[in-house]
């Protein structure tokens, strides 16, 4: 006995009809007649066989039909599980200090100066990446530093770190590389050349706010500094050392129509630099549900795209899975408080566990509850699009009032909607 996939949707795309499976992303392509001798047979699908085997056995091998008695929210859930426990890789946050050297508007932090990850939590952290290193089932090690602004705790944290697990991840045969989300304002050739030294598998994530005028009102220094031209040109830098960048570029309402302009700054870079920089358009949060703005945005990274610069699509539409779902990443602050997620403030009220002097976590019930609603609320795992929604992050579940109510607020015909714009926008980025 089979049944029809509860994650299957039929579009209508004016000259045929798209079948798509959002659970293994399996389409097919079929005229009309087709697609109503499915629909036809939906929930007696095994008559269907009869009637046109090929058909059939084509769904079947699609899995847009499956056996009767398949639960299809636990194999989902199972797929989740295995890749988000993977003992093979591991990374952490490093968060050397709360302090930062711009003051953004938007940013969510508390940037206090005196917030500077000192020895003795150095010494915790090295103790803790050492019991990590020495997982007989690790293969590759991450660490990422985070903040605040990394850079301003360069040489007492970063270098420490860097020399720290160099030796470590030499002795024992790991793969590792490094990874900074910094305004790279601070940044010097000095230290490109140092840390290249330590690893050739460096990347970052800057950031922009539209083109050189909007951005400079938003991300001037503290004592007013425009910042435009000395990160543009340290980007600049990374790409002709072959290092990784992505550039976050923040939209809002206000600096929608100047982001174009962006694609001017980097008009010049020669073939090979343009491998390694990609763009990441995201909302800043205070001016979400903006329809207009993100119709926008997908206008203007269709721009970038035919002017041959990389895109990472919206991820509105992805099937991404939060880093803080994952049991191997976590995140340390300079104080030894231990998070998941990076996009909530540090206070050590919101912490979900801490480091002790031996280098070990101890997770408190914020942690363990996470885990528990990180595959989804009660509402998610009966919702036709559970697949590629799951309501959501683990922050947005543990921050809300009921499991029995959709995160998104979303009709039947707005999660359509969702579906089909998601796969029209993957047939795009595939031409």
């Known amino acids: 006995m089979k049944k029809f996939s509860k994650y299957n949707f039929f579009i209508d795309n004016t000259v045929n009809v798209l079948l798509h499976n959002i659970a293994n992303e399996q389409t097919l392509v079929m005229d009309t007649s087709i697609a109503k001798l499915i629909q036809k047979y939906i929930e007696k699908i095994d008559e269907l066989e009869a009637i046109h085997p090929t058909l059939f056995n084509t769904l079947l091998e699609r899995e847009i039909i499956i056996d009767k008695d398949t639960d299809e929210v636990a194999n989902i859930i199972t797929k989740w599980e295995k890749a988000e426990s993977s003992n093979s890789n591991y990374s952490i946050t490093i968060i050397p200090t709360m302090a930062c050297n711009l003051n953004c508007w938007y940013c969510y932090e508390e940037h206090k100066a005196g917030e500077v990850l000192q020895e003795p939590t150095l010494d915790k952290i090295k103790k803790y990446i050492l019991s990590v290193i020495t997982n007989q089932d690790l293969q590759n090690f991450n660490i990422d530093f985070f903040g605040g602004e990394p850079l301003i705790c360069y040489t007492n944290v970063v270098k420490p770190l860097m020399e720290f697990i160099k030796e470590n991840c030499t002795q024992y045969g790991i793969k590792y590389s490094v990874h900074f989300t910094t305004n790279a304002v601070l940044l010097t050739p000095q230290m490109v050349e140092e840390l290249l030294n330590y690893t050739p598998n460096i990347a970052f994530q800057i950031t922009l706010d539209g083109n050189k005028c909007m951005h400079n009102r938003v991300r001037s220094t503290k004592n007013g500094k425009p910042t435009y031209d000395i990160i543009v040109k340290n980007i600049n830098l990374l790409l002709r050392k072959r290092i990784f960048v992505t550039v976050r570029v923040n939209f809002t309402k206000d600096n929608i129509d100047s982001i174009v302009d962006i694609i001017d700054t980097f008009r010049e870079l020669d073939k090979e630099e343009k491998t390694y920089i990609i763009f990441d358009f ?76 031996n280098g070990e976590i ?28 799951f309501g959501g992050c683990s922050q947005l579940k543990l ?23 998601r796969l029209k926008q993957k047939l795009i980025v595939r031409k």
């Not at 976590?330 to 990076?342: A, E, L, Q, S, Y």
């Not at 101890?362 to 929604?389: A, H, T, Y």
């Open 362 to 389: 101890l997770w408190n019930s914020k942690f363990f509850k996470r885990m528990d609603l990180k595959n989804g609320l009660n509402v998610c795992k009966q919702c036709e699009i559970f697949p590629i929604c």
């Open 399 to 421: 921050e809300a009032s009921s499991e029995n109510t959709c995160l998104k607020g979303w009709t039947k015909k707005e999660k359509e909607n969702f579906v089909e714009k």
């Open 282 to 357: 995201q909302q800043v949060w205070q001016d979400k549900h903006n329809v207009e703005v993100v119709e926008k945005i997908e206008k203007i990274a269709l721009n970038f795209m035919e002017q041959g610069l990389n895109v990472m699509w919206n991820t509105l539409y992805s099937k991404y899975r939060c880093y803080a779902e994952y049991s191997n990443k976590v995140v340390i602050n300079h104080n030894g408080d231990v998070f998941k997620c990076t996009a909530r403030n540090f206070r050590s009220s919101q912490r979900e566990g801490i480091l002790t002097d």
